[in-house]
């Protein structure tokens, strides 16, 4: 809660207002689209006593209701700055790039900090006079602000992109956030704020409560099905396309015998993995009997081949890679999960499970390569959830005569993989991202850096490979198109049929918890 906010001043109304576009004094004019919903909410912002963070769908501009915020945080405190902390080097990169286009200040006061850049030179940037606006990482401003390089005293605005990631999916407060969230809370000065912004704030009433309590803010939603949104929102459909594999069958089932016959595991992967962290909660706080203990360890093992599962979601190139850093880990792993494995990889199961994965084909790969190859002007996005499966693809389409480009993270080098490919820095990935807006590529393949944030309208399709059941990845990825086309090509009969409905329930789910929420918040705020 934020004591003695400002109401919007009465002159503003007209100021404000306009037929194309917004007018603003910190405006550049004909920059920002009039979008009532965009407008309203951004009044509210402003005229409520509350911190919040506001739920809309991808592809509704929540950037432009933080960029018109920061307008009138300007106007009213002009020594003031403004902190917009981004998920990914790339979003901070495109926010910048936005609000140097729209706001009226100079450039040179819209920077921003990462990582990238050297202890000594980030301080030399803090220390710039107001008005200042500064994109930068969680992990970045956490870090400074544990070293006492930064303090966010005088920041009158903070932007959260993204803010989903202040919890973790053990609905514990997220380790980057926690402590910028605490800090400003510390030195924040009077009238200052809080935005946070998200599509998925989570699949259940806990998971969105969860993330109320550890942020300090409220939940504010954008509802789709309101006939001033609607007409904004990209209308998106699936098209799922099956594919005949029996070989990927066997290699499933091979999986499945190695958990219950090897490791005598009965349950299912996904109660394996929720038990798993159930046990090592246990353990965090001391209390895991003996049998315990033996459980969690087999858990650890399960949870290793649900990692060889999701591999084979993607392609073969990626499940062999992990094949053999499984066998790897046996060897040289950590000594909780090694007996298990070497159990696993002296089994039969296993041994016949390596000599299936030099049979199988890249049939996904071979379906996408057609398809582009009949629209040749066709431009799309993949995703795909491996960092080898994006560049095993990348390679494919190379050398099927396709246009093709990758965006990966910066990496830790943690296998031998990855020794080779060391991931993409800031500069790398704005660069694939521009030729990808030019038209350089017709394709771009990417991780789960391509899912949130960035804007990609040039993309009539997309193809999702390596489906999870995650309704927040769902959500992130429809909104990178202009509309048009996702493509789903899948297994038939496999466990990605499964994950896909889970996903498509999540999120119908958190839709409807939301707007009940906001029924009742409104019932109170009446009564």
Request: aromatic share 6%; hydrophobic share 35%; glycine share 6%.
């Amino acid at each position: 809660m934020v004591k003695g906010l400002l109401a919007p001043p009465k002159q503003l109304v007209d100021v404000w207002k306009g037929t194309k576009h917004v007018k603003h004094p910190f405006l550049v004019p004909g920059k920002v689209l009039y979008r009532k919903f965009q407008l309203k909410t951004a009044r509210d912002i402003l005229s409520q006593k509350k911190d919040v963070y506001v739920i809309a769908k991808t592809g509704l501009g929540k950037t432009y209701i933080g960029l018109m915020v920061a307008a009138e945080t300007l106007a009213r405190f002009p020594n003031s700055k403004i902190v917009i902390v981004c998920p990914t080097v790339g979003i901070a990169v495109q926010t910048q790039s936005l609000y140097r286009e729209c706001l009226r200040i100079p450039p040179n006061k819209v920077l921003v900090v990462t990582g990238e850049d050297k202890p000594e030179k980030r301080v030399m940037i803090y220390r710039n006079r107001p008005p200042l606006v500064l994109c930068t990482t969680p992990q970045c401003l956490s870090n400074d602000i544990k070293s006492k390089r930064v303090t966010l005293r005088g920041v009158y605005l903070l932007i959260v992109d993204e803010v989903h990631h202040a919890t973790t999916n053990r609905n514990r407060p997220a380790k980057p956030y926690n402590p910028i969230f605490k800090h400003y809370n510390r030195v924040r000065p009077a009238n200052s704020l809080v935005i946070g912004f998200t599509a998925s704030p989570g699949p259940d009433k806990k998971k969105i409560l969860q993330l109320t309590k550890h942020t300090g803010l409220e939940p504010v939603l954008i509802d789709p099905e309101d006939p001033s949104v609607k007409k904004h929102i990209n209308k998106v459909t699936y098209r799922y396309i099956a594919i005949k594999d029996e070989k990927v069958l066997e290699a499933y089932r091979l999986i499945s015998q190695i958990k219950t016959n090897v490791l005598g595991v009965k349950m299912t992967f996904a109660r394996a993995e929720e038990r798993r962290r159930e046990l090592e909660t246990l353990k965090g706080k001391r209390q895991l009997s003996k049998q315990e203990e033996a459980l969690l360890r087999k858990l650890l093992s399960v949870c290793s081949l649900l990692h060889l599962r999701q591999g084979l979601m993607h392609d073969p190139y990626t499940f062999r890679t992990r094949l053999r850093s499984f066998e790897r880990a046996a060897k040289k792993g950590e000594k909780k999960t090694r007996i298990g494995r070497k159990k696993i990889i002296n089994s039969i199961e296993f041994k016949t499970l390596k000599e299936l994965s030099k049979q199988i084909k890249p049939k996904k790969f071979e379906l996408i390569a057609s398809e582009l190859k009949q629209n040749p002007s066709l431009r799309c996005i993949i995703f795909v959830n491996a960092r080898p499966a994006a560049r095993y693809l990348t390679n494919y389409l190379i050398k099927q005569g396709i246009k093709t480009a990758r965006l990966v993270g910066k990496s830790k080098v943690e296998t031998i993989s990855q020794k080779v490919d060391r991931g993409m820095n800031r500069f790398e990935q704005v660069r694939t991202i521009n030729s990808f807006r030019r038209g350089r590529f017709r394709v771009l393949v990417g991780t789960n850096v391509l899912n949130e944030g960035l804007s990609l309208q040039e993309a009539e399709r997309a193809y999702l490979i390596g489906f999870n059941s995650s309704e927040r990845e769902l959500i992130q990825r429809e909104g990178r198109i202009r509309g048009g086309e996702i493509i789903v090509p899948v297994i038939r009969n496999s466990p990605e049929i499964g994950a896909i409905v889970r996903a498509h329930r999540k999120r119908k789910a958190m839709l409807t918890i939301l707007r009940r929420q906001e029924r009742e918040l409104a019932d109170v705020l009446n009564s």
